[in-house]
């Protein structure tokens, strides 16, 4: 594990987030599978995520709409919406398409309950059911949003961070530390655009595991520029495209015969 800037330990809060600097958008990220260097790569996929400011339900919210995209098509997508305050979840509903058949789940944290619909192992239905009622027990941020969410973190402090974090599949909210570990400067592929980055990393919420997650979190944007998450004695890495990768004119409708 990398050497941190400093030793102290602080918890965060809504209060801490620096929710000023969220803004509306499109971004995408790269999302690839690899070993050592020259070992090819594996499982390569888009994933776009678009934030909106919106009234949902009556209350002021940030949505975030994700899309994870690869060869065989959209493997999947969610919309969570944040309290616009301070970005408690106020509604998620997620699909995920796998080869073994599609499962949709739903949750509604202020009233712990949520649904599972689909196809999933039913060991695996009953914990995530289970997790559900722990989505009351006080204020957490959504793990699954981490992306958009995570640059809010006030890094300038230096030390670590202890975040409460939950995400549908859980059994309950848990605390995962992340530390700022250094500073590091990426230039773009102009060789004209810098990013002033905070280093972070975390233990993949798993303390002993050897699992990591490093970040390189832009100070001046508040975005994470690239993620390499190493476990199980690979990588999977997550690069952010300089312009999100989205369809801006669609397919000419085909002549009819």
């Not at 309950?172 to 280093?199: F, H, K, N, Q």
């Amino acid at each position: 594990m990398l050497l941190a800037l400093g030793f102290a330990l602080a918890t965060v809060t809504a209060a801490d987030m620096h929710i000023d600097r969220l803004q509306p958008g499109t971004a995408t990220y790269l999302v690839y599978h690899h070993g050592p260097a020259g070992s090819g790569i594996s499982r390569a996929m888009l994933a776009t995520s678009t934030i909106t400011r919106e009234r949902d339900d009556g209350a002021d919210a940030w949505v975030i709409e994700q899309s994870w995209e690869d060869e065989a098509g959209i493997t999947h997508t969610a919309r969570t919406v944040h309290a616009a305050g301070d970005l408690a979840t106020l509604s998620q509903t997620a699909t995920w398409n796998r080869p073994a058949g599609s499962f949709t789940t739903t949750a509604v944290p202020a009233e712990g309950r949520g649904t599972v619909e689909g196809e999933l192992p039913a060991e695996r239905r009953e914990a995530t059911e289970r997790g559900f009622a722990t989505m009351k027990d006080g204020w957490w941020l959504n793990w699954h949003s981490d992306l958009a969410l995570l640059p809010l973190l006030p890094y300038e402090r230096g030390g670590t961070l202890r975040v409460h974090l939950f995400d549908v599949g859980m059994p309950a909210p848990m605390d995962i530390d992340y530390t700022v570990v250094g500073e590091r400067t990426l230039v773009g592929g102009d060789g004209s655009t810098r990013y002033d980055c905070w280093l972070v990393e975390t233990e993949s919420g798993m303390e002993g595991s050897g699992n990591y997650q490093r970040f390189w979190i832009d100070k001046a944007r508040r975005v994470v520029v690239k993620e390499e998450d190493v476990y199980n004695g690979q990588y999977r890495s997550k690069v952010l495209l300089s312009v999100p990768a989205v369809v801006e004119f669609a397919l000419p409708e085909a002549a009819s015969p």
